[in-house]
């Protein structure tokens, strides 16, 4: 027994109308995605993802034991940048806040924008490996010819020391790469100061 035409015609726009609240859920989910998994990574230290820290709390206790954190830096294809660590690595106390340097210079005769992303290895380390200020956090542009210290403020979580998957980590990378960016950003600022050209 057929379906009268008024009543097909009502289920056809239903189906067509379920279909496309389909589409547009799936398309805005893979627009969300990324950004998403990006704060996640963020939140939880999943991937070997630093976490961010307002900044040391003051009830952490400064562990004996002394970690190695080693600065690896890199640029992309296309970056013009010089890029590297103005120290090689650091030993560092579970608990104890650090500051150190990367250096960043722009040998070209025009301004270039970049921005860093970043990761810690082994990733198990991550979650415990917390960044207080970075050059990371925003876009950076240096001038013609401009070089400058860029700071990192980090602290390692003591607890890496008792939780039996990473008690055994002695060694913690740091790792950096820039990217280009073609809009104009912020300039270089250590912890909000104006750009300082370094020499």
């Known amino acids: 027994m057929s379906l009268p035409a008024a009543e097909r015609n009502r289920r056809n726009r239903r189906v067509a109308l379920t279909c496309a609240v389909m589409v547009v859920g799936m398309t805005g989910l893979a627009f969300a995605s990324a950004p998403l998994y990006d704060l996640f990574c963020r939140v939880t230290g999943f991937s070997g993802t630093p976490l ?11 562990a004996e034991r002394t970690i190695t954190v080693r600065f690896n830096a890199d640029i992309a294809p296309g970056m013009p940048w010089k890029f590297q660590p103005v120290q090689r690595e650091v030993k560092v106390r579970p608990g104890e806040e650090m500051l150190i340097f990367y250096k960043a210079s722009n040998p070209t005769g025009e301004a ?18 917390n960044k207080i200020a970075c050059f990371c956090f ?10 400058v210290d860029m700071p990192v403020s980090f602290f390692v979580d003591p607890e890496i020391l008792t939780n039996p998957t990473t008690r055994d980590v002695r060694t913690i990378t740091l790792s950096y790469t820039f990217f280009r960016k073609p809009e104009e950003v912020k300039r270089v600022s250590d912890r909000g100061g104006a750009a300082a050209t370094v020499n």
């Open 138 to 147: 925003e876009e950076q542009m240096l001038e013609a010819g401009q070089s």
């Open 112 to 129: 270039v924008a970049g921005q860093a992303s970043f990761n810690v290895t082994p990733e198990k380390a991550g979650q415990y490996f």
């Open 52 to 62: 961010r820290a307002e900044s040391l709390p003051a009830s952490l206790q400064a």
